[in-house]
T-cell receptor
Framework: GAVVSQHPSRVICKSGTSVKIECRSLDFQATTMFWYRQFPKKSLMLMATSNEGSKATYEQGVEKDKFLINHASLTLSTLTVTSAHPEDSSFYIC?????????????FGPGTRLTVL | AQTVTQSQPEMSVQEAETVTLSCTYDTSESDYYLFWYKQPPSRQMILVIRQEAYKQQNATENRFSVNFQKAAKSFSLKISDSQLGDAAMYFCAYRAGVAGGTSYGKLTFGQGTILTVHP
């Protein structure tokens, strides 16, 4: 099956610092990846669509200068939370679309828990 | 914009019994897909079942089946012979088809239903 990894799984940082989260498709190429944010016992909210070799498309209300997305290769997308603040603390999940899979299925990473002190 | 609504924040079921989780959605598209995802305590999202809107036959995957009512825009999940491992948060999700343009591929999730399974 298709596997997506995220690194790190947990990160704690100080307010004002930047944090980078990696999302990798391990056994397939993904021209499109998605980044979601999830609060405890809440739904997944799509933040942005990451396209390989082009700029990410951000959902309404998501600050593109705060959440920098780079999709430099067919297997890697990164989300950088710049100048993090406590309100950015959340669970971040990525998914990768596998065009070779049935129905172009998305496969999810295990998530990254970000805590900003 | 598409919306997905899960009106049951929490549900519970006895082991070996059957439970149905509700989901309604709103869309003006004719080409779309519907999904149920399971998120256990590990928080890894797991695809449970999918339904193509153009198919009238309800999807079934082992103990999981759906009741897809296209006209009513309803998409419920039935779990038969519930097991302790079914305990999780369940999300209903919508995805536009190719005709959805820029929305293609994006998943819109419902609020989720926490399912508890009692032994």
């Amino acid at each position: 099956g298709a596997v997506v990894s995220q690194h790190p799984s947990r990160v704690i940082c100080k307010s004002g610092t930047s944090v980078k989260i990696e999302c990798r498709s391990l056994d397939f190429q993904a021209t499109t990846m998605f980044w979601y944010r999830q609060f405890p016992k809440k739904s997944l909210m799509l933040m942005a669509t990451s396209n390989e070799g082009s700029k990410a498309t951000y959902e309404q209300g998501v600050e593109k200068d705060k959440f920098l997305i780079n999709h430099a290769s067919l297997t890697l997308s990164t989300l950088t939370v710049t100048s993090a603040h406590p309100e950015d603390s959340s669970f971040y999940i990525c998914s990768a679309r596998n065009l070779a899979a049935s129905y172009n299925e998305q496969f999810f990473g295990p998530g990254t828990r970000l805590t900003v002190l | 914009a598409q919306t997905v609504t899960q009106s049951q924040p929490e549900m519970s079921v006895q082991e070996a019994e059957t439970v149905t989780l509700s989901c309604t959605y709103d869309t003006s598209e004719s080409d779309y897909y519907l999904f149920w995802y399971k998120q256990p305590p590990s928080r890894q999202m797991i695809l449970v079942i999918r339904q193509e809107a153009y198919k009238q036959q309800n999807a079934t995957e082992n103990r999981f089946s759906v009741n897809f009512q296209k006209a009513a825009k309803s998409f419920s999940l039935k779990i038969s012979d519930s097991q302790l491992g079914d305990a999780a948060m369940y999300f209903c999700a919508y995805r536009a088809g190719v005709a959805g343009g820029t929305s293609y591929g994006k998943l819109t999730f419902g609020q989720g239903t926490i399912l508890t399974v009692h032994p």
